[in-house]
């Protein structure tokens, strides 16, 4: 039970890994808010963990893109169950179009408001609750393999998740006087919602890409991050956790 007492959001937890990592945290004895745009399945998540002796998942609807929203996000965490320890901001799109056939209006700015500025409005919130509790807590983001690299289809989505890895790295600059951590994980793969929209062909690509040629399961990204949210991980601070199982050596 390395997470015993922890209060944790999770964005995006309705679906893929924020849905894995939801189940996990509960596992390690945390309790979590699931905060996703998709309010019914988010709810279904949250009753899926209802006994009639504990409730330790609340629903709240959020649309990471929208500050207040993120902020009431905190405030729903703490009214709930009290305080906040871990912030896990997971929300995501993906997709894209070859760069000269974009629309600045379609294919750049509404991705960034939610891969990009939606990481921002979680570490700002967070941040503030953080420092105001005086407790010290984890800020967890999810960055990407193409945060670090050029891909197909990707100028938008990489700028976004090269963000995420930079916010992450300002943010336990900035926080540390607060006793707060950030970590960036890159995931590569990973069997979702994402991913299996996509044709078999695709996918057993995809799977090729990494060195095991086996496409991660959402539960392995979940692992590693209850690790990094739980105190065995004080001393990683501020970088980027891999999570690509061998695709970027
Ligand atoms: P998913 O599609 O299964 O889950 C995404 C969740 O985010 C959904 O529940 C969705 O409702 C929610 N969401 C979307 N827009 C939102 C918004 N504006 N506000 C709040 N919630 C919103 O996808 P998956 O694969 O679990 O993705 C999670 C994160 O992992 C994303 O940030 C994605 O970019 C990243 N990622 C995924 C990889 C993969 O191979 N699946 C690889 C690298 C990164």
Redesign the pocket.
Known sequence: MRLEGKVAII?????????ATVRKFVQEGARVVV????LA?AQAVADEFTTSASAPVSAVQ????DFAAVEAAVAHAVAVFGKLDVIFN?????GGKPLLDHDPAVDYAPMIR??QD?VYYGILAAGRQFRDQGTGGVIIS?????GEQAAELSFT?SAA?AAVISFTRSAAYELAQFGVRAVAI??????????NQFSDELKATFAAEQLRNKM?E?EEIANVVAFLASDEANVINGTVVSVDDGYSV
């Open positions: 964005t995006g937890g309705a679906s893929g890994i924020g849905y905060a996703d745009i998709n399945a959020v649309d990471v893109s997971n929300a995501g799109i993906a939610i891969d939606g999810t960055s990407s393999i193409y989505y998740k890159t995931p590569g793969r990973v069997g979702t919602p994402i991913i991660t959402p």
